[in-house]
């Protein structure tokens, strides 16, 4: 399992969200650059880097903070936010980026992620599932649809996909445990790379994650509160 240390972009400074909602946001660090070097000398082998704005807007909002993260470190780095056309992956992928990740396009227009996995790489086209109630949210989870998240890791795998980053919103920033149960079944029912996300408040919930077949887990409100020190839980679970 590989522990992905998070990175949320809004207005460029380091933030999180609670549940989602741009109207609970606390600023954590004014500069995100400092955040990607403390956690690669933490350890971390890949970061998961989301611009907000980028995700709220539909466009790259954040594109300089995110260049310069990608410069100041050495490990990969996986981002999302915003990334609705081929001209987007491309631009993000130019930055530096090992991996994009589609979220609100995987679910408007599926023939645009056929189209990036034939130009990219499926090593390079990560799908980002948000959910409620088992149920895809997009527009930066303003709006949820009728598709359940299930049925779109299967699509998804049809086109050519093999990583998913699954996120419960209903747990996402608020340190309340991951969704272990939807997160096994996704795992279970399409056999293919699910990254846990949203709820992990401590080494527990590592640990749970550690043993339903992850491929890795994202933290991100748990390091900035202090609760999770990225390099001891790096030396406890990390195997990627």
């Not at 050495?74 to 999302?80: A, E, K, L, R, S």
């Not at 993000?92 to 227009?109: F, Y």
């Not at 499926?122 to 980002?128: K, L, N, P, S, T």
């Not at 299967?154 to 990583?163: A, E, H, V």
Request: proline content about 2%; some cysteine; glycine content about 10%.
């Amino acid at each position: 399992m590989r522990l992905y240390p998070a990175i949320d972009i809004k207005g460029g400074k380091c933030v999180r969200l609670s549940q989602g909602r741009f109207d609970k946001v606390t600023v954590y660090n004014d500069n995100p650059v400092e955040i990607a070097k403390k956690w690669e000398e933490a350890g971390a082998t890949y970061i998961h880097l989301v611009d907000l704005d980028g995700a709220l807007i539909g466009e790259q909002a954040n594109k300089n903070t995110i260049k310069e993260i990608a410069a100041s470190v050495t490990i990969p780095i996986q981002t999302g936010g915003g990334i609705r056309t081929i001209a987007s992956i491309k631009d993000r992928l130019s930055l530096g980026i090992s991996r994009v990740i589609i979220g609100t396009a995987a679910i408007k227009d599926p023939s645009l992620v056929k189209e990036a996995v034939k130009e990219f790489g499926a090593d390079r086209i990560v799908i980002g599932i948000d959910a409620k109630n088992g149920k895809v949210a997009v527009e930066g989870w303003e709006e949820v649809s009728s598709v359940k998240a299930i049925d779109l890791c299967l699509q998804m795998k049809k086109i050519g996909i093999k990583t998913i980053v699954y996120t419960d919103i209903s747990k996402d920033g608020m340190m309340s445990g991951v969704n272990v149960e939807a997160t096994k079944e996704l795992i279970d029912s399409t056999g293919m790379d699910i990254i846990a996300s949203g709820g992990v408040a401590d080494y527990r919930d590592l640990e749970k994650v550690s043993h339903i077949g992850a491929e890795g887990v994202i933290i991100g409100k748990a390091l900035y509160q202090g609760t999770i020190d990225l390099k001891q839980a790096i030396k406890q679970f990390n195997r990627g």
